[in-house]
């Protein structure tokens, strides 16, 4: 297969093998079955897949988004086409235990070959990842019987799966939700409630929907500590496995937004009475481990996606990226600085390609240090999932935890901040064709820009990042990070990026003395006022260091990939990572401003 204008798959072997060593896994018992050659197998097989039946309809899908008729949704018939296709693949399994008809491919192999159906077509490619994750949390916390009934359809691709948090009152403030579980004497609960923004949340795609659903039972603790989990079917399961009645959720509407329009995203209503199963009014709900423990058990699917998304926007701002790279290559215009229209004998002198333009080759050059950085995050945190989940010794694991703990709300928050930047330069090299619908790069950043609100917004994963993770455990996190990076930087001393690795070993310092003065401030408020600030600088850092591991991966290999990686890696270094010093100095002065600015001035 030629070179694609969806990803690199030079880039991701890079990622995989030359630098993250992923064939190393195969001598753990998980993987034992696996080698290079399936890991590369699979990748192909995604690559195809993506090209040929999720890239085509992407438009399409756009154009086309999900209509409510009649109280059912109705969508291009292209989707559920690409859908099938990828789950008589066995892509939807690729990750999960062979006892439930999975691959048992490690989960930074599964993520490398999920990212190209995120990149090829974002709101197709929601439904599976919903549906895969629902599994997941499923497998970690439902009982036997939850198990057998639920997920092996959805690994199957028989049924899809949603997670319905947000309710129209509350947003992200899940304290707030007011859906409400009433038990009943044969041990089912009877939820009533409206759940909003639920991705997948109705559709005609597959037999059933399998809803996770957050809601309260009467009685229980206030606030986040009183949420449980339910297990919502559309359509009741009866004991043989077949399908029964019609439960209680109802579509009440679709929301249209600006991206993503392939993804229904939907307002449920549950117990509204207009279907009864059993004659009784209320959704039928099955609880999830234990009554008032929802949202630590949300939490396994919650972090889980947040790391998607980050994967999501990265590959979104990676497409835009090499969409401009071509455009770049093959659109003349204008003429180098110095170079005459005309020569001295009145002959015209060909315009060049616009990538010969210092300006354009500077967007270029920013995009592909924002898609490769996200992407080389998002390949570690996944590496790093592997790690906590099948290294031998306990200290390993518990080390790949803690991490993982902490660099969750970058590699969620950074990409999605920057990977609309890179679809955002994308359109400026395209020029005045960028925002027009002649290309696909204006929906391409259409489609991003939802990212930095999807799986909480960047200023949660800010507060997160600031106001828990480094604290945390006296802040172990923090320390282990730097110890991290700081392992990274004594290895490139002597080499060529000696001075790269200083710069960044002052940026940890100056991260962990900024830390302890806004901890030192003596009120939350003025400490996590800037927490935004801390997130960006703190995301900064974090793929400058993961650059370093990837220039010194490239060792001394001179073609023109290897070249271009460190290329790419000095300008993070001198364009970028100074970036870092100017937020520091704000937070490290306690700024005041925004904090000190009522509503009324606004």
């Known amino acids: 297969m030629g070179s694609s204008l969806i990803l690199s798959r030079r880039d991701l072997d890079f990622l995989l093998h030359e630098w993250l060593d992923v064939e190393a896994l195969t001598k753990r018992a998980r993987f034992a079955e696996h080698s290079r050659e399936t890991f590369e197998a699979v990748l192909d097989l995604a690559e195809q897949i993506a090209t040929e039946h999720f890239a085509p309809h992407n438009r399409k899908a756009d154009e086309n988004e999900p209509r409510m008729v009649d109280g059912r949704v109705e969508m291009i018939p292209e989707v559920a086409r690409a859908l099938r296709v990828f789950a008589e693949a066995g892509l939807m399994a690729g990750e999960f235990d062979e006892e439930h008809g999975g691959m048992q491919l490690p989960h930074v192999v599964g993520q490398a070959v999920f990212a190209w159906f995120k990149a090829a077509n974002v709101g197709t490619s929601a439904y599976p990842f919903l549906t895969m994750g629902n599994a997941r949390l499923l497998l970690a916390h439902g009982s036997p019987e939850q198990i057998e009934t639920y997920v092996r359809p959805e690994v199957e691709g028989r049924w ?7 309710e129209p009152q509350a947003g992200s403030s899940l304290s707030d939700i007011t859906t409400k579980a009433v038990r009943q004497d044969d041990g089912t609960y009877r939820l009533t409630g409206n759940k909003m923004w639920i991705s997948g949340g109705d559709h005609e795609l597959t037999e059933n929907i399998v809803h996770l659903v957050l809601a309260k039972v009467p009685g229980g603790p206030p606030g986040v500590k009183g949420i449980s989990l339910f297990v919502v079917p559309k359509f009741l399961v ?70 998607g998304v980050g994967m999501g926007a990265t590959v ?86 803690l991490l993982l703990e902490m660099l969750t709300p970058i590699a969620k928050a ?45 200023g949660i994963q800010a507060l997160d990042l600031l106001g828990r993770k480094v604290v945390m455990q006296g802040g172990a996190g923090l320390a282990l990070l730097g110890e991290t990076i700081a392992a990274t930087t004594a290895r490139a001393a002597g080499t060529e990026w000696a001075a790269f690795a200083a710069d960044l070993d002052a940026a940890v310092a100056r991260m962990g003395s900024v830390t302890g003065t806004l901890w030192g401030a003596g009120d939350p408020e003025v400490t996590l006022a800037n927490a935004h600030v801390y997130l960006e600088a703190a995301g900064h850092l974090v793929v400058a260091w993961l650059w370093l591991e990837q220039a010194l991966a490239t060792g001394t290999a001179e073609s023109d990939f290897h070249h271009g990686k460190r290329q790419a890696a000095r300008y993070f270094w001198r364009w970028e990572l100074p970036r870092v010093h100017h937020r520091f100095d704000l937070l490290e002065s306690l700024d005041r401003t925004v904090l000190d600015t009522p509503p009324t001035w606004l």
């Open 238 to 307: 009866e004991d043989d496995g077949s399908l029964g009645e019609r439960n209680d959720v109802v579509l009440a509407g679709l929301n249209h937004k600006m991206g993503y329009r392939g993804t229904t995203n939907t307002l449920l209503n549950f117990g509204e009475g207009v279907h009864t199963p059993g004659g009784r009014p209320g959704a039928v709900g099955y609880l999830v481990g234990e009554e008032n423990r929802g949202l630590t058990y949300m939490f396994h699917m919650m972090n889980e996606a947040r790391i």
């Open 414 to 458: 950074w990409p999605s901040q920057w990977g609309p930047v890179a679809d955002d330069l994308a359109i400026q090299v395209h020029g005045g064709y960028g925002y027009t619908r002649d290309y696909p790069v204006e929906q391409f950043y259409r489609d991003n820009r939802l990212n930095p609100i999807h799986e909480g917004t960047n």
């Open 160 to 166: 899809f799966g949603t997670m319905a948090l947000s």
């Open 316 to 401: 979104l701002g990676y497409t835009g990226y090499l969409h401009a790279l071509e455009y770049a290559r093959t659109r003349t215009q204008g003429r180098p600085a110095g170079a005459k229209a005309m020569t001295s004998k009145g002959v015209t002198t060909p315009p060049v390609p616009i990538v010969e333009h210092p300006d354009v080759r500077r967007m270029l050059l920013a995009a592909k240090s924002y898609a490769e950085g996200g992407l080389a995050l998002g390949l570690y945190c996944a590496r790093l999932v592997d790690e906590e989940q099948t290294a031998e010794r306990p200290d390993d694991r518990a080390r790949a935890h």
